[in-house]
């Protein structure tokens, strides 16, 4: 573990731990970040310096296809460490964890590629302590919430980090299809009213759907309007507010 107060991104410092030839299982944890990011480009994570959780982990999956498998497991780990806590937390995909339709926690994959060999940078955000309501952003403060403020209790950092990494491995040693099946278990967009947002805005128009499956590979699939089901792979998910 390499233990930081302040930095300006947990990624960064993994990546460059990274082409220095770190081990597997390596990881950066911080206290807070200056310049966090989410999974879509030019979107910043709020990084309070307030007993959350913001770490990036180093692994080395042996194939393309696993990739997705990690997004899967590592949200549920999350998924599954918060209700260890009380909390009754739900995954959005495709790297969200909400509860009661708040941001509890958010993740994301980087790949690196160096010398033949493929690397993943898993980073995950946790609102462990902090009271989002005095956050100076006000879509901060409407939209998030940390895992204290849901069960009502402050929660040592030290057993949810531990809880988060014993879940992932215990995932991890699983195929596919049982990672899906727990992540399934407690997906947020299944059944629900969503709103798909593609990321080229500038020429694909937001629509309405409902969703309905994964593909065995992991794929949300939604049903339009109009009955047409649709895959989504890359898209932006945000589920409508009732």
């Known amino acids: ?17 990274v082409s220095e030839g770190a081990p597997t299982g390596s990881f950066i944890l911080a206290d807070r970040q200056l310049k966090g990011r989410g999974r879509v480009t030019g ?34 780990a999350v998924v599954l ?5 009380g909390v009754s937390a739900k995954g959005k995909w495709p790297n969200d964890i909400l509860f009661e339709g708040k941001k509890l926690a958010g ?23 902090s009271d989002m ?5 006000v879509d901060i403060r409407t939209s998030s919430i940390s ?7 402050v929660i040592e950092k030290e057993k949810l980090l531990a809880s988060v990494f014993n879940n992932l491995e215990h995932l991890l040693s699983h195929d596919m299809p049982e990672v899906l099946d727990i ?10 009213n969503i709103v798909v947002m593609p990321k080229k805005k500038e020429s694909d128009e937001r629509y309405d759907a409902v969703g309905v499956g994964f593909t065995p590979e992991g794929f949300l699939q939604v049903k339009k309007g109009s009955g047409e089901v649709v895959t989504l792979v890359a898209e932006e998910v945000s589920i409508r507010v009732a």
């Open 133 to 137: 309501n005095q956050s100076p952003q």
């Open 147 to 153: 895992l204290s403020q849901a069960a009502n209790t």
């Open 1 to 17: 573990m390499n233990h930081r107060a302040i930095v300006d991104s947990t990624q960064d410092i993994a990546r460059n731990h």
């Open 183 to 192: 992540y399934s278990k407690y997906d947020a967009c299944l059944g629900q």
């Open 81 to 85: 460490s918060c209700r260890e806590f």
């Open 107 to 129: 993740m994301l994959i980087d790949v690196e590629h160096m010398s033949g060999s493929m690397t993943a940078i898993v980073g995950v955000g946790i609102n462990v302590n």
């Open 43 to 76: 979107r910043s994570w709020s990084s309070e310096d307030s007993g959350n959780l913001y770490f990036s982990l180093i692994l080395r999956p042996k194939a393309q296809k696993e990739l997705f498998k990690l997004n899967l497991a590592t949200c549920s």
